[in-house]
């Protein structure tokens, strides 16, 4: 599917500067700009930065770390995922201060160069197999050989060699069956009506996600002047399944966000004609029967209600798209989860 290529070739314009506590020449280097993949993870830049600002740092032992506006990012968080959540207005090239000393410990969990990148990408697979399934066995049975090679093929941001491993997982008899489905399809010529059906399958079982929720406060005329996050407490983080249980009912990215943020939305309407017209609360059985195949169809309050979200939301955004609601959940699962199936999905509150 197309929609894959493309999040597998995204990337994202860094200018990068190297802290000015750890310059030792004069003039200062210039900026790095680097074009950082979307699915990768910032330290995996290092190979490139590193010669580039090398002969300017102080001595000591390098252990590479990044801030954005005074924010130690976390490595373990894929760069897009980063980017998508830190800039409430996207920001290119975004501005990036690098640092090769001084690690934040206190801050960061320890990066011991790729090896910990690559063993977090392997737990968080593990992680989306007990989702699915129930145990790790999926993974657990892969050999060493193809775990590494299921690794190189997302560092290296090869998606045919991707998608020849990770047809080894098999994580299927839930909604993720459906997911490796489309993903092989992915490597076959597109056609239309295909991709259609494939993208409007109707999924049930438990996606693995990763919710992250930032609280802008007051509300501004432009996403640009949003506060900057100045800590990580500032962002809640949610790691929750979203339970997919009934077959034949269209269940939409709206569905989606409403069973993992229940507390925004009000689950009892006062009255039959409220509840009509107060977003968040049960709607009407043509709402609830809305057909997938056809959102384009439905009715014009079924429409409103489900771009919408809520009130108290002001941004969806996944892999930089800031999807409506009434979308199949289906199809944002099989077309825009990460590499170790988990979906990441940004919330603006």
């Known amino acids: 599917m197309d929609a894959l290529k493309y999040i597998w070739e995204g990337a994202i314009p860094l200018q990068i500067h190297l802290h000015e506590s750890e310059v030792t020449t004069v003039p200062p ?55 998508d959540l830190l800039c409430a207005e996207p920001e290119r090239p975004w501005n990036l201060t690098v640092h090769f000393r001084g690690y934040p410990r206190q801050l960061l969990i320890p990066c011991e160069g790729e090896d910990s990148i690559k063993w977090s990408f392997i737990n968080s697979l593990k992680e989306a197999d007990y989702i699915v399934n129930g145990n790790t066995k999926n993974v657990m049975s892969m050999s060493e050989p193809d775990l590494l090679e299921l690794w190189r093929s997302v560092s290296n941001v090869d998606l045919e060699a991707y998608l020849r491993i990770s047809s080894k997982l098999k994580l299927g008899g839930t909604g993720l069956e459906h997911v490796l489905k489309s993903i092989s399809a992915a490597s076959l010529p597109a056609k239309s009506s295909g991709e259609m059906d494939i993208a409007g399958q109707l999924i049930t079982g438990r996606i693995p996600v990763r919710l992250y929720v930032r609280n802008l406060g007051d509300d501004f005329d432009n996403l640009e002047d949003a506060p900057p996050v100045n800590n990580w407490d500032d962002v809640s983080y949610i790691n929750r399944p979203v339970e997919i249980q009934e077959e034949g009912k269209c269940f939409t990215l709206h569905d989606a966000v409403r069973s993992l943020l229940p507390e925004l939305f009000t689950e009892k309407a006062t009255t039959k004609d409220e509840s009509t017209n107060v977003i968040g609360e049960e709607q009407s059985d043509s709402t609830e029967q809305l057909d997938c195949t056809k959102t384009e169809g439905g009715s014009t309050s079924s429409e409103e209600y489900l771009q919408s979200y809520h009130p108290s939301i002001k941004l969806v955004r996944i892999q930089g798209i800031e999807p409506k609601g009434q979308i199949p959940f289906s199809w944002v699962v099989n077309n825009l989860m990460n590499p170790e199936y988990f979906l990441h999905i940004c919330v603006f509150v």
């Open 29 to 83: 280097p210039p900026p790095a700009m680097v074009l950082a993949p979307r699915i990768g993870y910032l330290p995996l830049l290092a190979s490139q930065i590193k010669p580039y600002f090398g002969s300017t740092l102080p001595p000591g032992v390098d252990t590479i770390w990044f801030e954005y506006q005074g924010l130690p990012l976390k490595w373990n968080i894929p760069t897009g995922v980063l980017f």
